[in-house]
Each structure stands twice: as structure tokens, then as C-alpha cells.
């Protein structure tokens, strides 16, 4: 009988939100796999490190993080192969995602390479966009409202469409594009409804006003909430 396939969501960065069925099977399986960039150490790993039991195989993931290389097809071919020797063997496996699995996660990767051949169970997180509405008190919609969200690479014509058609609005990954994403909302006429969150629930968490922001200092965990009415209640 192979193993399972477990894609935890471990949350946005604080320890405790991880949720109780990723904590049990995080504590339970042989094999944990996790995402990690080219050089230095996995996020994802440094957030639930401390439920760690030991003795478990793990699986480094390193992803390349230049966007003209992503997603890398064969970092995840080659992990695809490694998680599936371990599920062969009747090991079951679980890979680690910051926030949510299916949230922009990496997981997806190795969920379109495994799910096929091998039984899989996703445990949901708390994503970035929940911890940063809640962080900075921002509810996101109510009612009838259209959220969009959006990534902030894209190009200033689209993000501008697209802002305009929607009442509440996040712009994620913000990092090197806040300028251009600063100068949009301010003559959108919408800059004061915005409210700018970084490392949301972690120790160096900053919430701060646009006209705040030091624009060289903006992190790629950063994101950006508005709410045309100012409070989605309103």
C-alpha cells in the first residue's frame, strides 16, 4: 500500500495559526517536505520548526526565485520523484505551504505531478490575505461586494481595470512594484482607503500608510488592502 500525500497549509507565519489537523499530521509523518529558495533557510519549515518531533526525513525543496524561472519545471519533476520514492515505499509524506496550499502555493506544483498516482489530502491555512484583513482590522467585502485579487506585476493598465471594477481590492507580493502601485492609487483618487501590511503576524510585521513606506524597503511579503467604501460595513 503506497503512503500519503499530505499538502499542509502551516499559515501566514505566526506559529499558533497553524491549524490542529496540519499540527497532528505534521507530528505524525516519517517524511516532511518544504519549499526553500536557492540559498539560505525554508520559511515554511521556520514556522512550525518548533513542532517538529524529530527523527523525520526531509525533503528541500529549492526553488529558484527569479521570476523568468518559475516555476521551475524540474525542481519539481526531481521532487516529484523524491516525494513519490518515499510514497512507494509506503511512507506517507507531507510538503509544507506558507499560508494556504492552493492560495498561490507552490504545492499546486507537485499536486498536478502526484495526485494521479497517489491518494492526497490538502489541509487548508490561513492565507496571507485572511491574517492581513485581520491584522490591520480591514474587513474585505460584505454583501454584494467584488473582491479582486490581484498580483502586483501586473501591468498599471490592467491593475487600474481591474481596481475599478471591484469594491474591495488586494494587491499581493507588492516588494520592488510599490512605487508604480503608490502612484496608480493616488491619482486614482483612492490612496486613503488603502491600508499596507508586510510579514503579516510575524515578529517584524509593519502596518503603515502609503505615504509612509520607504519604496526601496518593501519586502516581497508585503500586500496592499483597500475597500473603496473605506470600511466594507459602511
Given at each position: 500500500m503506497t503512503g500519503i500525500l499530505y499538502g499542509l497549509g502551516v499559515g501566514p507565519g505566526d506559529p499558533e495559526l497553524i491549524t490542529l489537523k496540519a499540527h497532528r499530521i505534521l507530528r505524525s509523518v516519517p517524511v516532511v517536505a518544504y519549499p526553500a529558495p536557492d540559498e539560505g533557510d525554508s520559511l515554511a519549515r521556520a514556522i512550525v520548526a518548533e513542532y517538529f518531533p524529530g527523527g523525520q526525513t526531509e525533503i528541500v525543496i529549492r526553488t529558484p526565485m527569479s521570476l523568468n524561472r518559475f516555476p521551475a519545471l524540474e525542481v519539481y519533476d526531481k521532487a516529484a520523484g523524491e516525494v513519490g520514492a518515499h510514497l512507494d515505499a509506503g511512507r506517507d509524506v507531507a510538503i509544507l505551504c506558507e499560508g494556504d496550499p492552493f492560495f498561490y502555493g507552490s504545492f499546486m506544483y507537485l499536486y498536478a505531478r502526484l495526485a494521479e498516482s497517489y491518494r492526497v489530502e490538502i489541509v487548508p491555512g490561513v492565507s496571507s490575505l485572511m491574517a492581513c484583513a485581520a491584522r490591520t482590522g480591514a474587513p474585505l467585502a460584505a454583501r454584494n461586494d467584488i473582491l479582486a485579487v490581484l498580483p502586483a506585476l501586473l501591468p498599471v493598465a490592467e491593475l487600474e481595470a481591474r481596481i475599478a471594477a471591484a469594491d474591495g481590492i488586494a494587491i499581493l507580493k507588492v516588494g520592488r512594484h510599490f512605487e508604480k502601485i503608490r502612484?496608480?492609487?493616488?491619482?486614482?483618487?483612492?490612496?486613503?482607503?488603502?491600508?499596507?501590511?508586510?510579514?503579516?503576524?510575524?515578529?517584524?510585521?509593519?502596518?503603515?500608510?502609503?505615504?509612509?513606506?520607504?519604496?526601496?524597503?518593501?519586502?516581497?511579503?508585503?500586500?496592499?488592502?483597500?475597500?473603496?467604501?473605506?470600511?466594507?460595513?459602511?
Amino acid at each position: 500500500m503506497t503512503g500519503i500525500l499530505y499538502g499542509l497549509g502551516v499559515g501566514p507565519g505566526d506559529p499558533e495559526l497553524i491549524t490542529l489537523k496540519a499540527h497532528r499530521i505534521l507530528r505524525s509523518v516519517p517524511v516532511v517536505a518544504y519549499p526553500a529558495p536557492d540559498e539560505g533557510d525554508s520559511l515554511a519549515r521556520a514556522i512550525v520548526a518548533e513542532y517538529f518531533p524529530g527523527g523525520q526525513t526531509e525533503i528541500v525543496i529549492r526553488t529558484p526565485m527569479s521570476l523568468n524561472r518559475f516555476p521551475a519545471l524540474e525542481v519539481y519533476d526531481k521532487a516529484a520523484g523524491e516525494v513519490g520514492a518515499h510514497l512507494d515505499a509506503g511512507r506517507d509524506v507531507a510538503i509544507l505551504c506558507e499560508g494556504d496550499p492552493f492560495f498561490y502555493g507552490s504545492f499546486m506544483y507537485l499536486y498536478a505531478r502526484l495526485a494521479e498516482s497517489y491518494r492526497v489530502e490538502i489541509v487548508p491555512g490561513v492565507s496571507s490575505l485572511m491574517a492581513c484583513a485581520a491584522r490591520t482590522g480591514a474587513p474585505l467585502a460584505a454583501r454584494n461586494d467584488i473582491l479582486a485579487v490581484l498580483p502586483a506585476l501586473l501591468p498599471v493598465a490592467e491593475l487600474e481595470a481591474r481596481i475599478a471594477a471591484a469594491d474591495g481590492i488586494a494587491i499581493l507580493k507588492v516588494g520592488r512594484h510599490f512605487e508604480k502601485i503608490r502612484d496608480l492609487l493616488n491619482r486614482m483618487g483612492i490612496a486613503e482607503h488603502c491600508r499596507y501590511v508586510e510579514r503579516a503576524t510575524m515578529a517584524s510585521e509593519r502596518i503603515l500608510p502609503l505615504e509612509a513606506v520607504a519604496a526601496d524597503t518593501v519586502p516581497y511579503f508585503s500586500m496592499i488592502l483597500i475597500h473603496k467604501r473605506g470600511q466594507a460595513w459602511q
